[in-house]
């Protein structure tokens, strides 16, 4: 943009060009008022945004979860342990996939476990006294069980436990469950 001083511009040019002017400086302030309407609905919106954002973020908490605490309290001696089993449907119970598993100590034929960070839902357990300690629940050749089991409930069938006799519900609060064998 050139400068020139007012002997070089002729009147008409001034006039024709003092509208311009008008106009560009109408239309600059038109731009100005766009501009500061647009920053605020820019703020308005990233307000808006982050709020959402931090609602989600807060709807995400940590599920509520449970403790299961089992004890056995008649086995018949201290030797070996208990082991215990937790199942969250009858498909896993019945297919032997565990859900979570837990091994106690034995102290006066009691041992106590439990079972953390439980989500609301079905679930049932199972537990044998492993007395030789060999990880395994052991069986005569016709297929009677040589050492003590049990279950939630606290069923007693011929046979081995069932979901549907066993199961119980995680629901608000803590449970503390009794197997006697």
């Given at each position: 943009?050139?400068?020139?001083?007012?002997?070089?511009?002729?009147?008409?040019?001034?006039?024709?060009?003092?509208?311009?002017?008008?106009?560009?400086?109408?239309?600059?302030?038109?731009?100005?008022?766009?501009?500061?309407?647009?920053?605020?609905?820019?703020?308005?919106?990233?307000?808006?945004?982050?709020?959402?954002?931090?609602?989600?973020?807060f709807s995400q908490t940590?599920?509520?979860?449970?403790?299961?605490?089992?004890?056995?309290?008649?086995?018949?001696?201290?030797?070996?342990?208990?082991?215990?089993?937790l199942y969250d449907s009858?498909?896993?119970?019945?297919?032997?996939?565990?859900?979570?598993?837990?091994?106690?100590?034995?102290?006066?034929?009691?041992?106590?476990?439990?079972?953390?960070?439980?989500?609301?839902?079905?679930?049932?357990?199972?537990?044998?006294?492993?007395?030789?300690?060999?990880?395994?629940?052991?069986?005569?050749?016709?297929?009677?069980?040589?050492?003590?089991?049990?279950?939630?409930?606290?069923?007693?069938?011929?046979?081995?436990p069932q979901f549907t006799?066993?199961?119980?519900?995680?629901?608000?609060?803590?449970?503390?469950?009794?197997?006697?064998?």
């Amino acid at each position: 943009m050139k400068i020139y001083n007012s002997s070089h511009i002729n009147n008409n040019w001034v006039i024709k060009n003092s509208a311009y002017a008008t106009k560009l400086s109408l239309l600059s302030c038109i731009i100005k008022t766009i501009n500061s309407k647009t920053k605020i609905m820019i703020r308005f919106i990233l307000f808006i945004s982050f709020y959402l954002l931090t609602l989600i973020g807060f709807s995400q908490t940590k599920e509520q979860t449970y403790k299961i605490t089992e004890t056995v309290v008649n086995a018949v001696n201290d030797k070996g342990t208990i082991h215990f089993s937790l199942y969250d449907s009858e498909e896993n119970f019945n297919s032997r996939t565990v859900t979570a598993k837990a091994t106690g100590a034995l102290q006066d034929g009691v041992s106590v476990v439990a079972f953390t960070d439980v989500k609301p839902g079905v679930y049932a357990i199972i537990c044998f006294h492993d007395a030789n300690d060999n990880g395994k629940m052991d069986f005569e050749p016709t297929g009677m069980p040589l050492e003590d089991y049990g279950a939630s409930n606290n069923i007693q069938s011929f046979g081995p436990p069932q979901f549907t006799d066993a199961k119980f519900e995680v629901n608000n609060t803590n449970l503390a469950f009794s197997i006697k064998f």
